[in-house]
């Protein structure tokens, strides 16, 4: 995951000073993420691979590629959890496509002979990020070849559908749309693909672990210190255990955050 940034510590420290969680100063991502809004206090946010099958078929999905393996569960104290899933543009047949929009299936009311679904009750995916400012010939107002079901709109980047975190929900059928399938054979962009979640992944997310070590302590906050001022080959295992104001940016207010409540930490041990 590459994230921009931005080596103005030493005059953002300054700005720190009684400034508490404010967190006005931003950082950009490019890369993977899961919703502030969700991950309030009384959440536990997890790891966990998915991948994208074939449906009817073992195979994995044409469509996998364009999902990043390593999605969040985001577990509310009420035992409710959602699947995030962030989506990348996807190359295939020398065409990039991206997704218009996903589906959990919630009911096959009626399959044909070959138990294809013929009715369904679907549920939308919700959608936490956008692919801002990217319009293709598919959602371009302007474009000659705009798709009535995405013009306009801009692609989803991050959705989130609610899963049974109780009982480890597995195979869940979805419906998805992408207009550059649809281009290529009207009502070709609408399929069926199946999301295999490998709960044997489950790894929660330890607040403040930047390394991955399954610990919070000093060495991760010289990373996101490091990482910070754009030291090369800094890495964060998972980066969002280091977004400590849960705005969805890294910034000196998250290192602030961090030595806090690391100090805090010590001291409640001591
Ligand atoms: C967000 C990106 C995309 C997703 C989620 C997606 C998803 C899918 C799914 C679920 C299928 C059904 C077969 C399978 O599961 O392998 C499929 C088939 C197919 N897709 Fe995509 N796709 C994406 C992008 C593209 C792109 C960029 C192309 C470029 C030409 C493309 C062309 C095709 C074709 C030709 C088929 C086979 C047609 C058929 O089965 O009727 N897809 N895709």
């Known amino acids: 995951m590459k994230l921009k940034r931005i080596k103005a510590l030493a005059l953002t420290t300054a700005l720190l000073i009684g400034a508490g969680c404010v967190c006005p100063l931003s950082l950009y991502d490019d890369g993977t993420s899961f919703s502030a809004s969700a991950a309030e206090t009384n959440s536990t946010v997890y790891t966990i691979n998915i991948t994208l099958m074939q449906f009817h078929s073992e195979g ?5 590629e364009s999902m990043i393996p390593q999605a969040h569960i985001v577990l509310d104290s009420d035992g409710t959890a959602q699947l995030q899933i962030n989506m990348i543009p996807l190359t295939y047949l020398n065409r990039l496509g991206y997704l218009g929009s996903l ?6 009311l009626e399959e044909n002979k070959y138990q294809y679904p013929t009715k369904i009750e ?7 990020e956008e692919y801002i400012d990217v319009y293709d010939s598919f959602n371009d107002p302007e474009s000659e070849y705009a798709d009535a079901n995405v013009v306009g709109k801009w692609y989803p980047k991050k959705l989130s559908i609610p899963i049974d975190f109780e009982n480890h929900e597995d195979d869940i059928l979805v419906q998805v749309y992408v207009p550059v399938m649809e281009s290529i054979m009207a009502g070709g962009g609408t399929k069926f693909a199946v999301l295999d979640i490998d709960w044997n992944t489950l790894t929660e997310v330890v607040a ?9 302590n000093v060495a991760d906050v010289i990373v996101l210190q490091k990482w910070l001022l ?11 255990a280091v977004d400590f104001c849960e705005d969805d940016k890294l910034d000196v207010f ?3 955050l961090m030595k806090r409540a690391l100090i ?6 001591e």
């Open 60 to 64: 994995k999905s044409m469509g996998n």
């Open 103 to 108: 589906k959990k299936v919630t009911t096959v």
């Open 122 to 128: 679907t549920l939308e995916a919700a959608v936490l």
């Open 208 to 216: 403040g672990d930047a390394n991955g070590d399954g610990e919070f």
């Open 230 to 240: 754009a030291v090369p080959d800094t890495h964060f295992a998972d980066w969002k």
């Open 254 to 256: 998250d290192l602030c």
């Open 264 to 269: 805090a930490e010590n001291t409640t041990q």
